[in-house]
């Protein structure tokens, strides 16, 4: 009998994991659903879906193999990112990597108004200070930022040792710790979505941008206490979104 409860798809990916094909087959078989929908995110990008949701498989696939259940994360916060990553990963290796005109635009703006405000204020401005700059909302200034956020390859020169240069991929072995952290960002990043406005720039702020809630607060124009209780009533809905 195909067993569909939470309790009974989780003793499926055990056995999964320890090997048994038939038990892996059958979670698979109950997890295409997470495929299709994130197939149907990319619609209208020129690939037949049936295309898509055959890379996106492979994502699934490997989320069953990598999955660990010390992140304590269900297994679809854990998959719908491998399966994203997967199809994206397709696709810009099979197109040219275009950023939307919006998009390029802004960051056009936030780069010359980072320049202007460096030179006026002698330091870097803050996301309201070019927020009121440019006159466009502080949400929009920090997702500019992140568009134009370098991007590292594994195998640059993380830093220099006595000569001997160290390298991104080389701190991936630093193991458990790095990819529990990089799984708590993907559950949070699935939650932002479904947070208000003044909810998800806290969020973005304090874990993307790694700023102090004294630093939020000057930014959102707020006292640090009440960032402090913001944050904490914030992480409680993330945790109940996560756990439902």
Known sequence: MTLKSSAGQLQLLKKAKEGDEEAKNEFVALNLGLVWSVVKKFSNRGYEPEELFQIGSVGLLKAIDKFDFTYNVKFSTYAIPMIIGEIKRFIRDNSPVKMARSLRDLTIKIQSAKEKLLYELNREPTIIELSEEIGVPP??????????????????????????????????????????????????????????????????????????????????????????????????????????
């Open 139 to 244: 949400e929009e200034i920090v997702m500019g930022l992140e568009a134009i956020q370098p991007i590292v390859s594994l195998n640059d020169v993380a830093y220099q040792e006595d000569g001997a240069p160290i390298y991104y991929i080389d701190k991936l072995d630093d193991g458990e710790q790095l990819h529990s952290q990089w799984i708590e960002k993907i559950a949070v990043k699935e939650a932002l979505s479904r947070l208000d406005k003044l909810e998800r720039q806290i969020i973005i702020l304090r874990y993307f941008k790694e700023k102090s809630q004294t630093e939020v607060a000057k930014v959102l124009g707020i006292t640090q206490v009440q960032v402090s209780r913001l944050e904490k009533k914030i992480l409680t809905k993330i945790k109940n979104m996560l756990t439902q």
